[in-house]
């Protein structure tokens, strides 16, 4: 939308899950299916936002309309978030594996015959939200993240969002009786250094372009860069 309030505007979005591998032909992933990070980034781009989406290998295609940068690892991603700077706003919606497989192999594994099964070793990935929100120079004026958790949302959020240091903390409920991991809705909570604001429940869709709206309004009350 030439003329559109994030017109001029640099947006990067991180969305989908990461798969982190066990060998060539095997990793380990997590359930999410990327659609409200997808739904973000065209609110976004329908409100004028140049959109860098970088995306682990989610279940729904990407937006059109925006520049698509695929990745599958956490390493790639902040990789991909790196050389996407600099931008006005990064919104970090990608459920990134907070761990890797240290002891991954070249090779696939097989079967020895010995019965034992093969042992994985973890190492934590690089939190990207905490990266971005933490650099000095070049820090994007509005830092988002999300807070997918099953207990205690709210708290969990705020302490997060003290941690991370980032601007927003848009918390949700994922827990399987919310439906929302893979589902239509989403019902929201936004931690800012305001306060707190709770969503109704929604579709993935209006969550995103109220989002977005209210992107718009706090970056034109930031000085321009
Ligand atoms: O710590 P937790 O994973 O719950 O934090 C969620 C937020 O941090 C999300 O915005 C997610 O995209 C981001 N994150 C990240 N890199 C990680 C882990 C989480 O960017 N390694």
Not at 10 to 32: C, F, K, L, M, Q
Not at 42 to 54: I, K, N, P
Request: contains cysteine.
């Amino acid at each position: 939308l030439a003329g559109g309030p994030l017109s001029g505007r640099h947006v990067i979005v991180t969305s989908g899950p990461t798969h982190e591998p066990i060998d060539p032909v095997r990793y380990i992933a997590n359930r999410s299916s990327g659609a409200q990070g997808t739904a973000l980034a065209a609110a976004l781009r329908d409100l004028g936002a140049r959109v860098s989406f970088v995306t682990g290998p989610a279940s729904v295609p990407p937006p059109t309309g925006v520049e698509v940068i695929r990745v599958e690892t956490a390493r790639e991603m902040l990789a991909a978030v790196e050389a996407a700077l600099p931008a006005d706003v990064a919104l970090f919606a990608a459920a990134v594996a907070d761990w890797r497989v240290a002891n991954a192999a070249g090779q696939k594994m097989k079967k020895d015959g010995s019965g034992q099964a093969p042992a994985l070793a973890f190492t934590e990935n690089p939190d990207i939200l905490a990266t971005v929100a933490q650099m000095g120079q070049g820090r994007p004026p509005l830092v988002i993240g999300f807070a997918a958790e099953t207990e205690t949302v709210e708290a969990h959020a705020v302490a997060k969002r003290a941690r991370k240091r980032c601007d927003w903390i848009v918390a949700n409920d994922v827990s399987p009786e919310s439906g929302v991991m893979g589902g239509p809705e989403n019902a929201v909570t936004i931690i800012d250094a305001m306060g707190t604001e709770h969503w109704p429940r929604m579709p993935k869709a209006e969550v995103a372009e109220r989002l977005a709206a209210r992107i718009a309004k706090t970056l034109a009350t930031l000085e321009t860069p």
